[in-house]
């Protein structure tokens, strides 16, 4: 079994059919059809393909949103142990799988999980030739997939309307604005509901309407707390749900053999970079999503473990982001929106990371410079170059 999980609108169910059309042997399901629910309620095992001994092609079964059911893995657990018909099963949601925990049952060695993610602009450019994470820096230094016009149009495309597909094609403010709020309204009206049966919507509404003048800088609960009038523990616990349904993420400090390191404050980032007004913290978002995006590529295809954090000391100086290979750091990333040189805080953090380089991404075109600051190769670039390295 394969689990795909993903913000709302992404793309699971177009990605999910798709595979059954390539398949051409299978069925899709989902939760929210009247018919399937009566099917799965009263008996599961009736989704289970009829035997063809004459085809060689093993049927695919798609379930989305499955995880609105209750039960569900019991059930899932129950046709994957006891049916011997090869067929594979595709689950697909938009909340993150692995927090309907409820319950003893355990699908453990049984599926694989993958989480999709919207638009980037290497997968825009269709310039996602895949590049080993060994020859990243190599292939980057020796600008092996330099910027185009076409490329610098889609980074502004994803600047003004975000990853999400029906915006980000529509190219229209108008669509994007009506888009945003039906977004947010279903997230927290429809999948926050089945996910907590929380009874304060109207308040986490309020919430995620906070939040986007909050990214890309030290994140406080407490200062949400007072905002809303609300206890701490409970921003907490409302701010978890909004990450398990791909609203938001937070990025936390690395501070591993790092002197005067701070060790919990978090920066807060969005799934959709489009809602924020500030122009730096929305061009530092939308590079956010893009490492993010790369990280977990890299980790759900089995690359290695990679994580995304971020470089910050006591003295509150900072380095936007890290991604971190197997626990140990790989490689340090700053976003600046129109700088063409490198941030004073190279010297402060590069010494004990032991990287090999760092690079500054610009919105700025045309930029690609290597510069030695205080013994440390920064490598200055274009994002709508850099971008096209990733996934």
Known sequence: MAFVSGPRQAGKTTMAKQLLKQRGAGHYY???????????????????????????????????????????????????????????ILVTGSARLNVYRKGSDSLMGRYYHFRLHPFSLSEMSRNNQWIPEENLLTAILTRTKPATTQSREYLHQLYEFGPFPEPLFAGSKRILNLWQKNRVEKIIREDLRDLSRLPELSQIEMLAALLPERTAQPFSTRSLSED????????????????????????????????????????????????????????????????????HYLSDAGYGAFELYYLKNKDKKEIDFLIVKDKKPWLPIEAKLNHDAPSENWGTFAAYLACPYSIQVTKKSGIFKLIQKNAVQVLLISADEFLNYLI
């Open 30 to 88: 989902n939760w929210d059809e009247l018919k399937f629910r009566r099917i799965w309620t009263k008996d599961p095992s009736q989704i289970i393909p009829i035997s063809n001994s004459s085809s060689s092609v093993k049927p695919l079964i798609i379930l989305d949103e499955i995880h609105k059911a209750k039960l569900w893995k019991r059930s899932l657990k129950g046709i994957y142990d006891t049916h011997e018909i090869p067929f594979d």
């Open 228 to 295: 809303l009038e609300v206890s701490y523990t409970t921003i907490r616990r409302w701010m978890n749900y909004l990450k398990e349904l791909y609203y938001c993420f937070e990025l936390k400090p690395y501070s591993k053999s790092l002197p005067r390191s701070i060790k919990k404050e978090g920066k807060l980032y969005l799934w959709d970079w489009s809602e924020i007004e500030n122009e730096g913290a929305r061009f530092e978002n939308l590079i956010s999503g893009h490492l993010l995006k790369y990280c």
